[in-house]
């Protein structure tokens, strides 16, 4: 009988034992970081309340307590280095390498397409740069490439909408292509969409909102989450 007591205490302190370490374990898990590339859009520009609104914040949201999503837009920013205001120039570049991502959305393009700006060739060359120079960091992060959002007619800045459809868009498709990366298509879901893209440009928070469901699901469907 004493033995059976002691092999019973033995066996419930080796199961605290064991329940005190998952707990640990989960409490201390790192989350998942993903950092966000991007423009003004990505920055939330035009949103009243930027911080709790850009579509980076809400991904956030909607990916989870396991996940960790860092904003690195930087409005006015291209994928040019040589332009009226290159991300490589921007500090949100190195707080990319900063956060130390798992993952890493790039959304870039918009500003590129300015007429001081375009230059198709380099684009190309230089959005490959930043995929390159993202791989540099170890262990390597997963990389998603997504299509800028419409520019609608409305629009008043000198953002050119014709180069980003025919233009722009083709180049990132080709780089995913050739880099075996994922795609996330924001252009197609705000065609009509104009109403949530009051300036013509920015979406406003609804629009905010769609961009991270598209993301998050991307980023799910993905990762079999």
Known sequence: MLKVCKL???RDALYLLVVS????MSCTKKPTMVACVGDSITAGAKHEWQSKTAYPKVLGYLLGENFGVVNCGRSGATALKRSNF????CNEFSNVFAVHPDM????LGTNDSKPGN??????KNDYQALIDTFLTIQP??????CYPVPVFEHSK????GTVVANEVIPIIKS???ENNLPLIDLYKPFIGQDEIVPDGVHPEEEGAALIAEIIAKQIKNNNEL
């Open 86 to 89: 290159s991300y490589w120039k």
């Open 118 to 123: 375009w230059n198709p060739e380099q684009f």
């Open 104 to 107: 890493i959305t790039i959304k």
């Open 21 to 24: 370490c998952l707990l640990f």
């Open 157 to 160: 800045f000198k953002i050119n």
């Open 175 to 177: 780089l995913a292509e």
């Open 8 to 10: 019973r205490k033995m």
């Open 140 to 145: 390597q992060p997963q990389i998603y490439l």
